[in-house]
Protein backbone atom coordinates (compact mmCIF):
# COMPACT_ATOMS: atom_id res chain seq x y z
CA UNK A 1 0.00 0.00 0.00
CA UNK A 2 0.79 3.52 -0.85
CA UNK A 3 1.97 5.17 2.33
CA UNK A 4 4.06 7.88 4.08
CA UNK A 5 5.69 7.44 6.95
CA UNK A 6 7.15 9.71 9.57
CA UNK A 7 8.99 7.41 12.13
CA UNK A 8 9.39 10.16 15.19
CA UNK A 9 6.29 10.91 16.84
CA UNK A 10 7.73 13.64 19.05
CA UNK A 11 11.16 15.18 18.91
CA UNK A 12 12.94 17.41 21.64
CA UNK A 13 15.53 19.70 20.28
CA UNK A 14 17.20 22.73 22.40
CA UNK A 15 16.81 26.08 20.91
CA UNK A 16 19.78 26.79 18.74
CA UNK A 17 20.77 23.62 17.83
CA UNK A 18 19.97 21.69 14.42
CA UNK A 19 17.15 19.68 13.44
CA UNK A 20 15.99 17.00 10.72
CA UNK A 21 12.77 14.99 10.57
CA UNK A 22 12.40 12.00 8.98
CA UNK A 23 9.78 11.39 6.43
CA UNK A 24 9.91 8.03 3.58
CA UNK A 25 7.18 7.48 1.31
CA UNK A 26 6.39 3.98 -0.71
CA UNK A 27 5.21 5.10 -4.61
CA UNK A 28 6.49 3.64 -8.00
CA UNK A 29 6.86 7.57 -9.47
CA UNK A 30 8.99 10.19 -8.85
CA UNK A 31 6.46 11.88 -6.03
CA UNK A 32 5.05 15.65 -5.59
CA UNK A 33 6.35 16.18 -2.14
CA UNK A 34 5.39 18.38 0.84
CA UNK A 35 6.36 19.74 4.51
CA UNK A 36 3.70 21.35 6.15
CA UNK A 37 3.44 22.64 9.43
CA UNK A 38 0.48 22.98 12.09
CA UNK A 39 0.33 25.53 15.05
CA UNK A 40 -2.01 25.17 17.87
CA UNK A 41 -5.07 26.37 16.53
CA UNK A 42 -4.24 27.22 12.84
CA UNK A 43 -4.57 25.54 9.59
CA UNK A 44 -1.72 23.84 8.20
CA UNK A 45 0.86 26.38 6.47
CA UNK A 46 2.82 24.95 3.34
CA UNK A 47 6.53 24.76 4.25
CA UNK A 48 8.18 23.61 1.56
CA UNK A 49 7.37 21.53 -1.89
CA UNK A 50 9.51 19.62 -4.58
CA UNK A 51 8.33 18.95 -7.64
CA UNK A 52 11.48 18.10 -10.06
CA UNK A 53 14.80 19.29 -10.64
CA UNK A 54 17.22 20.55 -7.96
CA UNK A 55 17.03 17.58 -5.19
CA UNK A 56 17.46 20.49 -2.30
CA UNK A 57 14.43 22.53 -2.03
CA UNK A 58 14.20 25.95 0.34
CA UNK A 59 11.41 26.85 2.24
CA UNK A 60 10.18 29.63 4.50
CA UNK A 61 11.68 29.99 7.79
CA UNK A 62 14.69 28.67 7.42
CA UNK A 63 14.01 25.08 6.39
CA UNK A 64 15.25 22.99 3.80
CA UNK A 65 14.35 18.89 2.78
CA UNK A 66 16.54 17.24 0.41
CA UNK A 67 14.78 14.54 -1.77
CA UNK A 68 16.74 11.27 -1.62
CA UNK A 69 15.10 8.86 -4.44
CA UNK A 70 17.50 6.08 -3.44
CA UNK A 71 16.38 6.15 -0.21
CA UNK A 72 12.58 7.28 -0.93
CA UNK A 73 12.90 10.20 2.06
CA UNK A 74 12.23 13.78 1.88
CA UNK A 75 13.53 14.77 5.27
CA UNK A 76 12.86 18.59 6.80
CA UNK A 77 16.28 20.43 8.03
CA UNK A 78 16.66 23.44 9.89
CA UNK A 79 20.11 24.70 11.15
CA UNK A 80 18.99 26.45 14.23
CA UNK A 81 15.55 26.50 15.64
CA UNK A 82 13.88 29.09 17.24
CA UNK A 83 11.01 28.60 20.08
CA UNK A 84 8.61 29.70 17.78
CA UNK A 85 9.74 26.64 15.88
CA UNK A 86 7.72 23.97 18.53
CA UNK A 87 4.67 22.60 16.33
CA UNK A 88 3.57 19.41 14.23
CA UNK A 89 4.95 18.89 10.69
CA UNK A 90 3.45 17.11 8.51
CA UNK A 91 5.29 15.53 5.15
CA UNK A 92 2.76 14.88 2.70
CA UNK A 93 2.95 13.14 -1.19
CA UNK A 94 0.58 14.02 -3.84
CA UNK A 95 -1.00 11.04 -5.11
CA UNK A 96 -1.80 12.04 -8.16
CA UNK A 97 1.56 12.34 -9.67
CA UNK A 98 2.30 8.87 -8.41
CA UNK A 99 -0.09 6.82 -9.92
CA UNK A 100 -2.18 6.46 -6.35
CA UNK A 101 -5.30 5.46 -7.11
CA UNK A 102 -7.15 8.76 -5.19
CA UNK A 103 -6.41 12.54 -6.05
CA UNK A 104 -5.45 14.54 -3.33
CA UNK A 105 -2.48 14.65 -0.67
CA UNK A 106 -1.41 11.49 1.34
CA UNK A 107 -0.17 12.73 4.92
CA UNK A 108 2.56 11.40 7.33
CA UNK A 109 1.23 10.96 10.92
CA UNK A 110 2.97 13.82 12.09
CA UNK A 111 5.63 14.86 13.96
CA UNK A 112 5.20 17.17 17.44
CA UNK A 113 8.49 19.16 18.25
CA UNK A 114 8.99 20.24 21.19
CA UNK A 115 12.00 22.96 21.86
CA UNK A 116 13.79 23.07 25.08
CA UNK A 117 14.91 26.28 26.59
CA UNK B 1 -10.71 36.73 0.52
CA UNK B 2 -7.25 36.34 1.83
CA UNK B 3 -7.39 32.94 2.36
CA UNK B 4 -9.71 29.84 2.90
CA UNK B 5 -11.60 29.88 5.21
CA UNK B 6 -14.65 27.01 6.90
CA UNK B 7 -17.45 27.62 9.46
CA UNK B 8 -18.38 26.97 11.82
CA UNK B 9 -15.09 26.62 13.48
CA UNK B 10 -16.59 24.33 16.01
CA UNK B 11 -19.90 22.32 16.17
CA UNK B 12 -21.31 20.28 18.84
CA UNK B 13 -23.73 17.44 17.64
CA UNK B 14 -25.96 14.87 19.03
CA UNK B 15 -25.46 11.65 18.10
CA UNK B 16 -27.88 10.70 14.95
CA UNK B 17 -28.10 15.02 13.99
CA UNK B 18 -27.31 15.85 10.20
CA UNK B 19 -24.14 18.43 9.90
CA UNK B 20 -23.12 21.03 7.29
CA UNK B 21 -19.67 22.27 7.55
CA UNK B 22 -19.03 25.02 5.13
CA UNK B 23 -15.96 25.89 3.31
CA UNK B 24 -15.14 29.22 1.01
CA UNK B 25 -11.74 28.92 -0.95
CA UNK B 26 -9.23 31.35 -1.93
CA UNK B 27 -10.81 33.26 -4.45
CA UNK B 28 -10.72 32.45 -8.20
CA UNK B 29 -8.83 28.64 -6.99
CA UNK B 30 -10.27 26.12 -9.29
CA UNK B 31 -9.68 23.07 -6.88
CA UNK B 32 -10.57 22.10 -3.91
CA UNK B 33 -10.46 19.93 -1.42
CA UNK B 34 -12.12 18.15 1.98
CA UNK B 35 -9.70 16.46 4.62
CA UNK B 36 -10.56 14.73 7.67
CA UNK B 37 -8.10 14.67 10.75
CA UNK B 38 -8.55 12.71 13.37
CA UNK B 39 -6.86 13.72 16.93
CA UNK B 40 -2.94 12.71 16.96
CA UNK B 41 -3.55 11.95 13.44
CA UNK B 42 -2.32 13.66 9.99
CA UNK B 43 -5.05 14.63 7.74
CA UNK B 44 -7.15 11.85 5.56
CA UNK B 45 -8.12 12.94 1.93
CA UNK B 46 -12.21 12.77 1.62
CA UNK B 47 -12.83 14.09 -2.08
CA UNK B 48 -12.21 17.00 -4.39
CA UNK B 49 -13.81 19.17 -6.81
CA UNK B 50 -12.73 20.97 -9.96
CA UNK B 51 -15.08 24.18 -10.43
CA UNK B 52 -18.59 22.42 -9.65
CA UNK B 53 -18.03 18.90 -10.60
CA UNK B 54 -16.88 16.02 -7.93
CA UNK B 55 -13.57 14.50 -9.65
CA UNK B 56 -13.10 11.65 -6.71
CA UNK B 57 -15.10 10.90 -3.81
CA UNK B 58 -13.86 7.46 -2.79
CA UNK B 59 -11.88 8.73 0.56
CA UNK B 60 -15.57 9.54 1.86
CA UNK B 61 -15.82 6.79 5.04
CA UNK B 62 -19.33 6.32 3.85
CA UNK B 63 -22.96 7.09 2.07
CA UNK B 64 -24.08 8.88 5.29
CA UNK B 65 -21.11 11.35 3.70
CA UNK B 66 -21.50 13.84 0.97
CA UNK B 67 -20.29 16.80 -0.62
CA UNK B 68 -21.12 19.43 -3.15
CA UNK B 69 -20.01 22.55 -4.39
CA UNK B 70 -22.80 23.90 -6.82
CA UNK B 71 -21.38 27.15 -8.43
CA UNK B 72 -17.97 25.92 -8.33
CA UNK B 73 -17.15 28.14 -5.09
CA UNK B 74 -18.74 27.44 -2.10
CA UNK B 75 -18.10 23.77 -0.68
CA UNK B 76 -20.48 22.43 1.67
CA UNK B 77 -19.51 18.83 3.19
CA UNK B 78 -22.83 17.33 5.00
CA UNK B 79 -22.67 14.68 7.30
CA UNK B 80 -25.99 12.76 7.77
CA UNK B 81 -27.01 10.82 11.22
CA UNK B 82 -23.40 11.44 13.24
CA UNK B 83 -22.25 9.41 14.68
CA UNK B 84 -19.39 9.55 17.44
CA UNK B 85 -16.58 8.45 15.29
CA UNK B 86 -17.16 11.23 13.23
CA UNK B 87 -15.98 13.62 15.72
CA UNK B 88 -12.81 14.90 13.84
CA UNK B 89 -11.35 18.11 12.45
CA UNK B 90 -12.43 18.64 9.06
CA UNK B 91 -10.12 20.40 6.98
CA UNK B 92 -11.15 22.63 3.23
CA UNK B 93 -8.34 22.99 1.36
CA UNK B 94 -7.96 25.28 -2.82
CA UNK B 95 -5.45 25.12 -5.36
CA UNK B 96 -5.32 27.34 -8.02
CA UNK B 97 -5.86 24.56 -10.45
CA UNK B 98 -5.34 20.12 -9.69
CA UNK B 99 -2.24 19.34 -8.98
CA UNK B 100 -0.46 22.59 -7.46
CA UNK B 101 -0.32 23.69 -4.09
CA UNK B 102 -3.22 23.29 -1.57
CA UNK B 103 -3.68 26.09 0.95
CA UNK B 104 -5.92 25.24 4.06
CA UNK B 105 -8.24 26.63 6.02
CA UNK B 106 -8.26 26.63 9.81
CA UNK B 107 -10.78 23.92 9.98
CA UNK B 108 -14.34 22.82 11.65
CA UNK B 109 -13.46 20.80 14.91
CA UNK B 110 -16.99 18.53 14.60
CA UNK B 111 -17.57 17.03 18.16
CA UNK B 112 -20.47 14.34 18.06
CA UNK B 113 -22.00 13.34 21.42
Known amino acids: AQSVTQPDIHITVSEGASLELRCNYS??????LFWYVQSPGQGLQLLLK??????LVQGIKGFEAEFKRSQSSFNLRKPSVHWSDAAEYFCAVDHRYSGGGADGLTFGKGTHLIIQP | GAGVSQSPRYKVAKRGQDVALRCDPISGHVSLYWYRQALGQGPEFLTY????????KSGLPNDRFSAERPEGSISTLTIQRTEQRDSAMYRC???????????FGPGTRLLVL
Open chain 1, 50 to 55: YFSGDT
Open chain 1, 27 to 32: YGATPY
Open chain 2, 93 to 103: ASSSIAGETQY
Open chain 2, 49 to 56: FNYEAQQD
